[in-house]
């Protein structure tokens, strides 16, 4: 377990490294900050509760980064791919919450606690799941409790869909406005 603890510093890692610079780029003027947080709105109206098609391409997306974290943690360079996939973990959730912070003020605090984080507390279980399983049993050991563990991620993954989908969309609409 302590090798699972020591590879979470590299999501921490990425969340300072992209606070830093995300927040020097803003400051300078080199990016603008709303062009992109109209991006990001433009992405969560895209993908809201009325359309099925939003739903599914949501499925498919996470689906789809959790067998490519999955891939990289069965792969002969996973102690180097779950590295930069925690890294760039870290680095996602930071950008995310520093453009809604410039945006917004407290209120993108308050946006991104409530729109963003109850899905990603299940995203983020299914991939550290993933993850801890890999590095505690290397390629050469035999896995005891692999299929189970492959279904608990899908299962956690499919939860964090629906939360996403539904609780996401419902606190978007009744709590914040944009």
Not at 105 to 108: D, S
């Given at each position: 377990m302590k090798r699972v603890q020591r590879?979470?510093?590299w999501a921490v890692a990425g969340w300072i490294l992209a606070s830093i610079l995300a927040n020097r780029a803003f400051i300078s003027g080199l990016i603008n900050v709303s062009v992109l947080f109209d991006l990001l709105e433009n992405r969560c109206g895209d993908l809201s509760g009325e359309s099925r098609g939003g739903f599914f391409r949501m499925i498919a997306l996470r689906f789809m980064q959790t067998g490519g974290l999955a891939?990289?943690?069965a792969g002969r360079f996973a102690?180097?791919?779950v590295r930069i996939?925690?890294?760039l973990i870290g680095a996602c959730a930071s950008a995310t919450l520093v453009i809604l912070t410039w945006t917004r003020?407290?209120?993108?605090l308050v946006l991104f606690l409530c729109a963003s984080?109850?899905?990603d507390l299940f995203y983020l279980a299914s991939w550290f799941l993933l993850i801890a399983e890999s590095?505690?049993?290397p390629q050469t050991v035999k896995r005891p409790y692999q299929r189970r563990i492959w279904v608990i991620a899908g299962l956690l993954c499919a939860v964090g869909t629906w939360v996403e989908f539904v609780i996401g969309d419902w606190i978007l609409k009744n709590f914040v406005s944009f």
């Open positions: 590879l979470l510093l891939l990289i943690c102690s180097v791919g996939i925690l890294f003020g407290a209120g993108g984080l109850p899905q590095v505690e049993y």
